[in-house]
Antibody, heavy 118, light 110 residues
Framework: EVQVVESGGGLVQPGGSLRLSCAAS????????MQWVRQAPGRGLVWVSR????????TYADSVKGRFTISRDNAKNTLYLQMNSLRAEDTAVYYC???????????WGPGTMVTVSS | QSALTQPPAVSGSPGQSVTISCTGT?????????VSWYQQPPGIAPKLMIY???NRPSGVPDRFSGSKSGNTASLTISGLQAEDEADYYC??????????FGGGTKLTVL
């Protein structure tokens, strides 16, 4: 069974840092591109970042470019999102997703909540 | 990276059909057959319902169908059931190799 499970969320002060992890199982992780999507409380889904299967190419939304870094460890079947210089507007549930066909997200984790507040 | 445009809410009675629209631009929906749709009940992670405009993943009922005309994609749910009540989001690739979602549509089954 395909599973992706996020962890690492929590409360952080503005300007602080946090690293999210996403543990994948049930599929050959190193063969798949992976992505992060977030959802602020009561708001819609927003695409955050994407990484290729070998980790050599990454893409970011303008709103997080220069502050967030996506990475992966294929030996550990784990995806990461390093978030620096956090702002109140980064408060959201962060979802790890598996990308298919270069176009869509076929499996989603339950999400991890990040709250940026003083 | 402007969001795709969806109606905030739609509603229908059990057994009826509803259609949710998703309007983009020449940089996303219009130029690519890469529109997908996601169902999100309250407090639960999104679930893929339609990919590449009109394809259904295994396990999704054939009551769900997708289409596209120009810069507008549509999700149609026929034979509405109470369990279909949820938020629905469209998504598309863009010309800058990013992704964009719609603002979401709340479906109420009356």
């Amino acid at each position: 069974e395909v599973q992706v499970v996020e962890s690492g969320g929590g409360l952080v002060q503005p300007g602080g840092s946090l690293r999210l992890s996403c543990a994948a199982s049930g599929f050959p992780f190193s063969n798949f591109y992976m992505q992060w999507v977030r959802q602020a409380p009561g708001r819609g889904l927003v695409w955050v970042s994407r990484i290729t299967s070998n980790g050599r190419s990454t893409t970011y939304a303008d709103s997080v470019k220069g502050r967030f870094t996506i990475s992966r460890d294929n030996a550990k079947n784990t995806l990461y999102l390093q978030m620096n210089s956090l702002r109140a507007e980064d408060t959201a549930v962060y979802y790890c997703t598996r990308e298919r066909g270069g176009t869509y997200f076929d499996f989603w984790g339950p999400g991890t909540m990040v709250t940026v507040s003083s | 990276q402007s969001a795709l445009t969806q109606p905030p809410a739609v509603s229908g009675s059990p057994g009826q059909s509803v259609t949710i629209s998703c309007t983009g631009t020449s940089s996303d929906v219009d130029n690519y057959n890469r529109v997908s749709w996601y169902q999100q009940p309250p407090g639960i992670a999104p679930k893929l319902m339609i990919y590449d405009v009109s394809n259904r993943p295994s396990g999704v009922p054939d009551r769900f169908s997708g289409s596209k005309s120009g810069n507008t994609a549509s999700l149609t749910i026929s034979g509405l059931q109470a369990e279909d009540e949820a938020d629905y989001y469209c998504s598309s690739n863009t010309s800058s190799n990013t992704w964009v979602f719609g603002g979401g549509t709340k479906l109420t089954v009356l």
